[in-house]
């Protein structure tokens, strides 16, 4: 039999998404009405690691009063972080080298002193893993799935995917006009490291014209032949969807900047290669548009909201009941749970089989395949 909660925390890691804040509304709510007190940890666990950067100590009471009227605001009223993971965190040795530090000790520790119950951590494939490990190590943890990118495991969606394909769409729609007006061929490159669901879905809402996603190594001549085949009928421009991930069939990722300890590689300008190529293969002139952070912005549709609020809810009724080590996750039928073991390090590609796909290639859109 677990303890009794009393009191729990709130992380939020990685990038921001629409619907954090309705998560975290929902947390402090529902846990109030429980009689347990909730505590937010500033900009992932910095707020631990680095106490002295933060006025109120890094980790501050979250009341009703503190969380009314943010459900349909951006971001995170906690702050977030992509960088210094805790589990290998780059630290400055004494002689002037860079080592990867296990700091969840250090965590752990902060719990203990602060006598704190239980973890509700908010985040992706990288905060999961952090959750996880924090659970190995004892700690009471609950995730929840948060990415735009809707790319994580075991869960049909993820809050924030829908706000941020509406609003692609939304670019995509403003494209057309002064695209035909001045008969060019846009490139729209857009987020998806590794999984390419807000471009392919916000691709097909938005009548683009082709679409090239992480999971299909793409022929820009094939692409080429489109847009040639839409001049021959009288179609003078062209829409061209691209998620940040997309590779050449003989040809990689296009990176910003390298990996280094504790972060991420960043990448970026697969746009820019893609128009300037498909400019020399065509004669037709070519721009690019990067939405870049833009999708992740803004205040959440009603259906990221809803989502975010059953996330939130689900969580704390999930440590009433004696959960630990698990994500909230939401299928067809409801909320379930999920071992965290069976998500963390673990992506969710777009089916090469999928309906959605299928649907894209019916109308005719162009995959580069």
């Not at 049909?156 to 394909?165: K, L, N, R, S």
């Not at 008969?183 to 987020?191: A, G, K, T």
């Not at 998806?192 to 916000?202: C, D, E, F, M, Q």
């Not at 909201?305 to 704390?316: H, I």
Request: charged share 25%; hydrophobic share 40%.
């Amino acid at each position: 039999m677990s303890n009794p909660i009393r009191r729990i925390a709130i992380s939020t890691g990685g990038g921001d998404a629409p619907g954090l804040n309705a998560v975290i509304r929902a947390v402090v709510i529902a846990a109030s009405n429980r009689g347990w007190e909730t505590y937010g940890i500033r900009e992932g666990f910095n707020g631990i690691l680095f106490p002295e950067r933060f006025p109120d100590g890094g980790v501050f009471r979250l009341t009703r009063d503190r969380v009314r009227g943010i459900g349909h605001l951006g971001g995170t009223i906690l702050g977030t972080t992509n960088k210094g993971n805790p589990l290998h965190f780059p630290m400055k040795m004494a002689d002037g080298t860079v080592k990867d530090v296990d700091r969840t000790d250090e965590i752990l520790e902060c719990f203990a002193r602060k006598e704190l119950d239980a973890l509700i951590s908010i985040g992706g494939d990288g905060s999961l893993t952090i959750a996880h490990a924090l659970f190995q190590k004892g700690l009471r943890v609950v995730g929840v799935p948060k990415t735009i990118d809707n790319d994580l495991d075991k869960t049909y969606t993820t809050f924030g995917f829908d706000t941020a394909v509406g609003f692609a769409t939304e670019c995509l729609d403003r494209l057309h006009s002064t695209a035909e007006s001045h008969q060019r061929v846009f490139v729209v490159e857009m987020m998806g490291r590794y999984a390419g669901w807000i471009a392919l879905n916000s691709g097909i809402s938005g009548s683009a014209h082709a679409i090239l996603i992480p999971e299909i190594p793409f022929d820009l001549d094939k692409v080429a032949a489109k847009i040639r085949a839409r001049d021959q009928v009288g179609r003078m421009y062209s829409l061209v969807v691209v998620a940040e991930g997309a590779q050449p069939a003989h040809g990689h990722r296009s990176v910003l900047e390298q990996a280094e300890v504790g972060h991420a590689e960043r990448l970026g300008g697969i746009g820019e290669w893609v128009a300037r190529e498909l400019q020399e293969r065509t004669g037709k002139e070519a721009r690019v548009v990067v939405l870049g952070h833009l999708l992740r912005g803004g205040s959440p549709t009603s259906f990221d909201r809803l989502a975010a609020l059953r996330f939130g809810t689900a969580a704390v009724r999930a440590l009433e009941e004696g959960q630990n080590g698990i994500m909230v996750a939401l299928a067809l039928a409801g909320v379930n749970y999920v071992p965290l073991e069976e998500v963390a390090g673990r992506m969710k590609a777009v089916p090469l089989d999928c309906d959605t796909l299928q649907t894209g290639r019916d109308l005719g859109i162009a995959f580069g395949d």
